[in-house]
């Protein structure tokens, strides 16, 4: 993962696994010569070069952080990028936010055409939950609950029916559509990887339940700081037009309680997150004892990804 801020413990857990998550999504993805090719082009130029990867690398390192072998996770962690990526494949489409620039290139519709880049995230979205099956049955309903209507597809539409409208313009309004259209996901990227971890029954409620509130705030402290990148980040530096959030009339905590109030929000729901690292971790190990030794460094990556989230730069 590249980015100013990937300090301490997840930067080298990155450095390790990056290579293997872009292997992995090259192994789920169809190959491009394979017919119908034009789709499988889009499919892979959504994808590749990637952006930060973060959501496999969180399923990673909750598989880690619960005492799992990674490296039978990666695929089940490709999964979930292809599902991200085509999520903001259709957000990108003129019916959504009507986006030109993504990931430092045209976006996929304006080199491939509307109709094939909504088919392209259809059969992203598609392949994801044959990637994720190699996870068991637990990561599979993690995933499609946090991707589906009462997630991510759910605050999408919130998002939407909220631009403009300025009685929907409060804080309790942008923190649920923040929560499904964003922080879904991401909980849902960490349950795959402890469900993967714990082998066909998934991981008991004593591992979710921290883990969930963890992703939570997580999720949420990741969104304030897109929300404020969105105003402080270069076309360079993010990938995608700057200052997006403003044009459409979104509703964002910046525009409700300008930006200083919000990154300091962010920095105390991730600090917040980064207080429950020791939480999950000690859930992991009171289940899975002999795992201690692996599981001493995991406190420090759940800590450092919260601080990665809001200090980040793209
Ligand atoms: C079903 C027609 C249809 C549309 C669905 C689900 C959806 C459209 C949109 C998802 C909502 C969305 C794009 C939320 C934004 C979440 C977010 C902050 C995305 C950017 O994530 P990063 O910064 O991106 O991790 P990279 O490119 O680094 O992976």
Redesign the pocket.
Known sequence: MTGRASPGAFGAFVAEWALPVEEALRDLLPPLHEAPTRLHEAMHYALFP??????PMLALLACKAVGGEVRPTLRAAAAI?CL?????V??D?P???DDDL??GRPTCHKVFGEALA?LA?DALLTVAFEGVAAAGAAAVIALAKG?GSLG??G??VE?LAAEGDATQHTLPRVQWIHDH??GA?ITASLLVGAHAAAGPAGAPFSVVEPLVRYGDLLGRA??IA?DCLDLTGTAAEL??NPLADVALGKLTWPALVGLQRSLAAARQMAAEAAALAPVVVAAAAAIRPAARSTLDGAVALLQDVATYAVERR?
Not at 50 to 55: T, W
């Open positions: 990637g952006g930060k990867r973060l959501r990028e991200h990526t085509y999520s903001l259709h957000d489409l019916c959504m936010d993504r990931r909504l995230g991707a991510m597809v605050g999408q998002d259209k964003t996901l990741f969104q897109d990938g995608k793209r």
